[in-house]
């Protein structure tokens, strides 16, 4: 089965830089999922076969139940050490960004990112990326960054040196990101790969059991709360929604990760197409952050640009309001109406 992205130019030119670089930069997005850090962990251990010199950088916290992932104790965060991450980025010749496709998504490290004098390279999956970059790889088509990740070191000649560090990375990006291969994931080649990474070994079940079988008791009381007393169901809209406040998470000591993917569990009853999910910022006031997700034939990232100032994938999209968890409440009910009008 062919596997290859890159035509001839682009192949080139990725083997290039990376052949002449040294001092390395890896980054991904604000609030890295098992996407972004699967594919920052494997991508970096790669260009460390090769001997580079490579650090991670990443905006801030990642969800607790993806600190098993190999090569964790090496990142850097921004938030942690600011100075240490503007260093790099200014010191490298190259700054790899993966999984985002506006420099606005890494948050507060965007203006340390915009001033790196380094060439940036992106590889990525969202739709129309802005990312001022010497080489753009992008299809929004894949299931994952870490599907493209893995087809590019493929097609590099690399299979043989992906070690499991680099497996297990990736397999954790395009199970997560794909919500355990339930969407986005119709494609059979990315079944041959996880044909491949099994051919070296990885233990898809343990990996599986390591991220959804690992959350504390309270989150998995907080998740049972939002879904008995938060959840707002709209049958004839074949829609849901619900809402967290820092009153929720306080009660239930909640900790980063644990209302991951909680947004797709609505579209588990039956006539539902559509979900989407609010939380207040735990420190900024008047900050909601929105999580759409809806099933075929259904679409939510047109939702998620005219209500939500966001966007993202047609059955899984993102953003974010200035306002009150109550006004959100009032948007989205409004945001229902219109999906129940236009179709989404």
């Known amino acids: 089965m062919n ?77 942690k050490h600011p100075d240490k991450v503007c260093d790099a980025l200014q010191k490298a010749d190259t700054v790899f960004c993966l999984d985002f496709n506006e420099t606005h998504r890494v948050a507060d490290m965007q203006e340390a990112l915009e001033q790196s004098p380094a060439r940036k390279v992106l590889i990525d999956h969202h739709l129309a990326p802005t990312v ?107 829609a849901a929604f619900f809402s967290i406040t820092r009153e929720d998470m306080k009660r239930f000591h909640y900790v980063k990760g644990d209302a991951e993917g909680l947004v797709n569990e609505p579209l588990r009853i039956k006539g539902i197409m559509l979900s989407i999910s609010l939380r207040e910022d735990t420190e900024i006031d008047n900050k909601v952050w929105v999580s759409l997700r809806s099933v075929d034939p259904a679409h939510c990232n047109n939702l998620a640009k005219l209500f939500y100032n966001g966007g993202g994938h047609a059955n899984a999209s993102g953003g974010q309001l200035s306002c009150s968890i109550e006004e959100a409440e009032r948007i989205t009910r409004q945001a229902i109406k219109y999906f129940t009008e236009n179709g989404g």
């Open 132 to 238: 001022p970059a010497l080489l753009t790889i992008s299809f929004p088509d894949m299931s994952s960054t870490c599907e493209l990740i893995f087809r590019i070191l493929y097609q590099m000649g690399a299979y043989e040196m992906m070690n499991k560090h680099i497996l297990v990375s990736l397999y954790c990006g395009m199970m997560t990101d794909t919500g355990g291969f339930t969407f986005n994931s119709k494609r059979p080649e990315l079944f041959y790969i996880i044909g491949l990474m099994m051919e070296k070994h990885i233990d898809k079940d343990k990996i599986y059991r390591q991220v959804y079988s690992n959350y504390s008791d309270w989150c998995i009381r907080f998740r049972g709360y939002v879904m008995y007393q938060k959840l707002n169901v709209f049958a004839h809209a074949h």
């Open 3 to 79: 596997l290859n992205l890159l035509d001839d130019l682009q192949l080139q030119q990725l083997q290039t830089i990376i052949n002449e670089s040294n001092n390395i930069v890896v980054c991904c997005h604000k609030s890295p999922d098992g996407d972004a850090m699967g594919a920052t962990l494997a991508w970096t251990e790669y260009l460390r076969l090769l001997d580079k010199q490579v650090t991670m950088a990443v905006p801030d916290a990642f969800p607790d139940f993806l600190r098993w992932l190999p090569g964790v104790e090496r990142i850097v965060r921004y938030d």
